[in-house]
């Protein structure tokens, strides 16, 4: 229903700019979307059966594999093909970012489009993060346990209007704050919608092809930054600086981001290239939030490395992608309580994370993320490989599909053959539901409840 709703405005602006194709693409999707979202609200309204957790990861699991279908119709006429239509789709609502036809070529409507998808995409990966995963994630370290809404698990579905409403608003508000700084810091009004949009979902989707040095100034530069930080960040967190002005539970995952920005500026400047140092922070800072913007034509950073830091991700309640930096951070607080335990035998060790002890048990699951996401990458690149792709081209699109950051593949997308399209696609949605829950979903479509 949400897709068809933001797809209604955009046939009038599809109809301005002369692109009858592209305006029979906006109604089909209207149209569907009404008839499918109709129909399963009425068929559903007097349903009060209680949800498992089965029954919610199905639906988390078929919700991201078929909504982008819903959304691909007028990107299938911008592109011309079938395939690069469904694969842009998959990439804007799963905030991947990857696009095979430019700004220019695509026009105004399908650009705006992609970052409206983009958009809805991180919000709906926010309200999955407070539901369904956080509901599965009770016997663990808790990461997404948030004050802000307390989990029914005897239906998950009753949740899921409590969670669009309160992370909506903080949503929106944010929005609306990174659009007027983009404003006030002279780019242009379009430019400022779409990099809002596609900033706060850390999509890396942009007006333009160029590289943001090209065409915004640096102020404009920092101010996108700081809204992809708000989008990686805790929301939870962030509504309660906003509402209560403290911060009750955070576990440093923002100072970790800005650590790493300020140690590549310094990177960049010790190499011989003082002027480039601001540019390289931002890189760094868009990668880590899995944004992939690039401020330069020529990466300052190794995208390489952009890669390998943007697995790490944002926050666990966030539209980043990646295993999320709270579990990096609760992993190497553990490496360091176990050099401590060689260096004192007898001493006992025990881990806290967020001002709670953390159980071996809470430990073994955090370990099996982390794993997971080198496992899937691994698969996803031999797959791509067999695609018809060469070795370094499959592992780079590997990586920045699974840690929804495209814009680091430093691949051409328009490239590539439609089965690799397809596989990417199928990728981005993994890494979307942070792989481990997709393969349950998996598991139990073909298994008992």
């Not at 399209?421 to 073909?446: Q, T």
Request: glycine residues 12%; aromatic residues 8%.
């Amino acid at each position: 229903m949400f897709i068809s709703a933001a797809a209604a405005p955009f046939i009038l602006f599809a109809g301005l700019e002369g692109r009858a194709d592209i305006a029979r693409g906006f109604t089909i999707t209207l149209v569907l979307g009404a008839f499918l979202g109709g129909v399963t609200l009425a068929g559903t309204r007097n349903v009060h059966a209680p949800a498992r957790a089965s029954a919610a990861l199905r639906l988390a699991f078929f919700g991201w594999l078929l909504s982008p279908l819903l959304a691909a119709p007028p990107l299938v006429a911008a592109t011309g093909s079938f395939p690069a239509g469904v694969f842009e789709a998959y990439s804007a609502l799963t905030t991947t970012g990857s696009i095979i036809v430019s700004p220019e070529e695509a026009g105004v409507s399908i650009t705006l489009w992609r970052c409206v998808l983009a958009w809805l995409g991180g919000l709906g990966s926010l309200v999955l993060a407070a539901t369904v995963f956080a509901a599965l994630d009770r016997r663990g370290v808790g990461l997404r346990r948030t004050y802000l809404l307390t989990v029914e698990h005897s239906d998950l579905f009753t949740n899921f209007g409590r969670a669009l409403r309160r992370f909506g608003a903080i949503y929106v508000g944010l929005t609306l704050t990174g659009f007027m700084l983009l404003l006030l810091t002279g780019t242009p009004p379009f430019d400022s919608l779409c990099l809002a949009l596609s900033g706060l979902a850390t999509s890396g989707l942009t007006p333009r092809s160029d590289a943001l040095g090209l065409w915004m100034s640096p102020a404009s530069q920092g101010v996108l930054a700081l809204i992809c930080l708000s989008g990686a960040w805790n929301m939870a967190v962030q509504y309660d600086l906003a509402s209560r002005r403290r911060i009750t539970r955070g576990s440093g995952e923002l100072r970790a981001i800005l650590v790493l920005g300020l140690g590549a500026g310094l990177y960049v400047a010790l190499r011989g290239h003082p002027g480039m140092a601001y540019s390289g922070a931002l890189d760094m800072v868009f990668a880590v939030t899995t944004a992939g913007f690039q401020t330069q034509a020529v990466p300052v950073l190794p995208l390489m490395l952009l890669v390998m830091v943007a697995m790490a991700g944002g926050s666990t309640i966030s539209t980043s992608g990646g295993i999320k930096m709270p579990r990096i951070l609760l992993l190497l607080r553990r490496a360091g309580g176990e050099l401590s335990s060689l260096s004192h035998p007898s001493a006992a060790v025990r881990t806290r994370f967020i001002g709670r002890p953390v159980s071996d048990s809470a430990l073994a699951g955090v370990w099996v993320y982390a794993l997971a996401f080198p496992a899937a990458l691994g698969l996803g690149a031999v797959a791509l490989g067999v695609s018809g792709m060469t070795f370094q081209e499959a592992l780079m699109v590997s990586a920045a599909s699974l840690v929804n950051a495209g814009p680091l593949s430093g691949v051409d997308y328009a490239t590539l053959p439609p089965l690799s399209l397809v596989v990417s696609a199928f990728i981005m949605v993994l890494g979307r539901l942070e792989v481990l829950a997709a393969a349950a979903a998996i598991y139990v479509i073909f298994a008992r409840d």
